[in-house]
C-alpha cells in the first residue's frame, strides 16, 4: 500500500467524518419535526446524488447497474440493518447532544465485529472479544441505565443504530466480494430507506418552514458528503490503517454542538467516550503490530 494511498485515505476519512457530524447539527437544527420525516429527507437527497453518479459511470461500465448473482439477499440485509442504524441515529440526534448520539453510532466498528462472527463465519480474537465487551461498558456511561425508561430510551435507541449501523458494514463487506459497484449499494439502501421512511411520512407529516427544508436539504448533502467520503476512504486504504480516524467524527460534533446549540457533554459520557475511543485505538495500535509482525 503506498503511502499517498493510505494519506488520501486519512484524508477522505476526515472529510466523512465532518460530513456526518454537519449531518447532525443540520437534523437538529431543523427543529420539532417527526425524525422520519428527516430521514426520508436524508435519504431522498442521497439517493439521486448516488443514481446520477452511478448512472454517469454506467456510460464508461455498462455492469455499473449490475448486481451479481447472490449479491441481492446481501443488498437487502445490508438496507435493512442499514436503515434500523439510520433512524435510530436521527432519533438520538433530536433527544440527545449530537456528540453522545454520535458516541453511539460509532459503537458500530464493535458491532461490526459480533456481526461478522454471527453472519459471516469469522473467528473473532481474543483481543475483539474484550474490546467488545469494554466498549459497551464505555455505552453504558453514555446510556445510563435507569428506572425511567423514557429518560433512557433515546440513548437506547442511539445504542441500536449504532448496531444497525455495524451489522451494515459487516455486509458491505460482504458485498465487496462479490465486485458489486460501491454506489450501487448506497442507491439501493437509500432508495429502500426511503421507502420504509414513506408510510410514516404520510401518516405523520409536520408542515415545514422554508428554513427547515433548507436545513434538512444540507442535512442530506452533508451525508452524501459522508457517504462518499467513507466510500472513497476504504477504496485507498485498508481499514486496518485509517479506521480509528473515524472517531475524529466525536470531536467534530462536540465542537459544532457547543457552537450550535450550547450543548456540553456531561462527565459521564466524557468517560465513556474516553474508554470507547481507547479501545478503538488499542485495537487499531494492536491490528497494526499484527499485520505488520506476519508481514
Known amino acids: 500500500m503506498k503511502n499517498e494511498n493510505v494519506k488520501r485515505g486519512i484524508a477522505l476519512i476526515l472529510v466523512s467524518s465532518f460530513g456526518f457530524a454537519l449531518m447532525g447539527m443540520f437534523v437538529r437544527a431543523a427543529g420539532d419535526i417527526p425524525f422520519m420525516q428527516k430521514t ?15 448512472l454517469h459511470m454506467r456510460k464508461k461500465d455498462r455492469n455499473a447497474l449490475c448486481i451479481p448473482k447472490g449479491a441481492l439477499t446481501y443488498l437487502i440485509l445490508r438496507s435493512i440493518v442499514g436503515s434500523i ?22 459503537m458500530s466498528p464493535f458491532f461490526s465485529l459480533l456481526a461478522s462472527f454471527l453472519f459471516l463465519s469469522e473467528k473473532p480474537s481474543v483481543c475483539s472479544i474484550i474490546s467488545l465487551i469494554t466498549a459497551f461498558s464505555g455505552a453504558l456511561f453514555i446510556i445510563k441505565p435507569s428506572f425511567e425508561f423514557t429518560k433512557v430510551l433515546p440513548a437506547l435507541v442511539g445504542f441500536a443504530g449504532g448496531a ?36 410514516f411520512f404520510f401518516l405523520n407529516y409536520t408542515p415545514m418552514t422554508s428554513r ?10 452533508s451525508a452524501a458528503i459522508g457517504q462518499f467520503g467513507i466510500t472513497g476512504a476504504y477504496f485507498n486504504a485498508p481499514s486496518s490503517k485509517i479506521s480509528i480516524y473515524e472517531y475524529s467524527q466525536i470531536l467534530f460534533s462536540a465542537l459544532l454542538g457547543f457552537v450550535a446549540f450550547a450543548q456540553i457533554p456531561d462527565i459521564l ?3 465513556g467516550y474516553v474508554i470507547i475511543i481507547g479501545t478503538a485505538i488499542i485495537v487499531f495500535v494492536y491490528n497494526t503490530t499484527s499485520s505488520r509482525q506476519k508481514a
Open 40 to 54: 426520508l429527507f436524508r435519504n431522498t437527497t442521497a439517493f439521486f446524488i448516488a443514481l446520477s453518479i452511478l
Open 85 to 106: 442504524g439510520i433512524f435510530g441515529n436521527f432519533y438520538a440526534i433530536d433527544h440527545l447532544n449530537i456528540s453522545d448520539a454520535a458516541m453511539l453510532n460509532k
Open 164 to 199: 444497525g449501523a455495524g451489522f451494515a458494514y459487516a455486509f458491505v463487506r460482504k458485498l465487496h466480494t462479490y465486485n458489486i459497484n460501491g454506489f450501487l449499494i448506497i442507491t439501493f439502501f437509500s432508495a429502500f430507506s426511503s421507502l420504509l421512511s414513506l408510510p
Open 212 to 221: 427547515q427544508v433548507l436545513f434538512l436539504c444540507c442535512a442530506g448533502i
Open 269 to 271: 459520557s466524557i468517560i
